[in-house]
């Protein structure tokens, strides 16, 4: 019962992930966060097995910024969703397979060019304009499809995750109260409310 959103936009890219932590029927917190700040300017959302996402999710994100200290420079989002796709494929062909699914979002140094990459457990790796994992894909991908544009300003980025929400609460029989949403964009990360 987990959602993450990702939208992209003319300079940033915009994404939101649910806070609930739950097993079962059960509902265990309502503020787990689910984002990891790889970089200055790209981000991770992550979804799947408990355990699984947050030693993944720590992996991926130490070993990017072990690069950054070795060599001086950050990896771009591309490189950084090519690394997350090789380690995924990896653990699926062991004993111990991570069962994670990810977006990783950011914007190009070189030319502020947001830049969106949705994966899965079975190491799928494709870039997007605005993407979706968990039940949130079954609701939202359609009317991210209608109202998305490849112009977007930050403020009808906002009304259409409103949007893509609103739809969650009207139609989703569990409950998603909360989200953590973030913007990446030239100037770095940062999170917002809505």
């Not at 910024?65 to 699926?92: D, V």
């Not at 949130?136 to 403020?155: G, H, I, N, Q, V």
């Amino acid at each position: 019962m987990e959602a993450l959103f990702g939208i992209t936009g003319k300079d940033f890219v915009l994404v939101a992930a649910d806070q609930t932590s739950a097993r079962s029927i059960v509902v265990m917190k309502n503020t787990e966060d689910k984002t990891k700040d790889l970089n200055k300017n790209t981000v991770m959302l992550y979804t799947g097995e408990a355990g699984d996402t947050v030693q993944f999710g720590e992996y991926v994100q130490r070993n990017v910024q072990l690069y950054g200290f070795r060599n001086g420079i950050p990896l771009s989002t591309q490189a950084i969703a090519s690394f997350t796709r090789k380690e995924l494929a990896e653990s699926l062909r062991s004993r111990n397979p991570y069962h994670v699914n990810l977006l990783i979002a950011g914007v190009s140094l070189d030319d502020g060019t947001p830049e969106l990459y949705w994966l899965d457990y079975l190491a799928s790796c494709v870039k997007m304009k605005f993407a979706a994992h968990g039940y949130a894909a079954y609701f939202c991908m359609s009317t991210m499809d209608r109202y998305w544009k490849p112009d977007m300003s930050l403020e009808e980025a906002i009304a259409l995750l409103k949007k893509c929400i609103a739809e969650l609460k009207t139609r989703f029989i569990a409950s998603l109260p909360r989200f953590t949403v973030k913007v990446a964009d030239k100037n770095g990360i940062r999170e917002i409310e809505i």
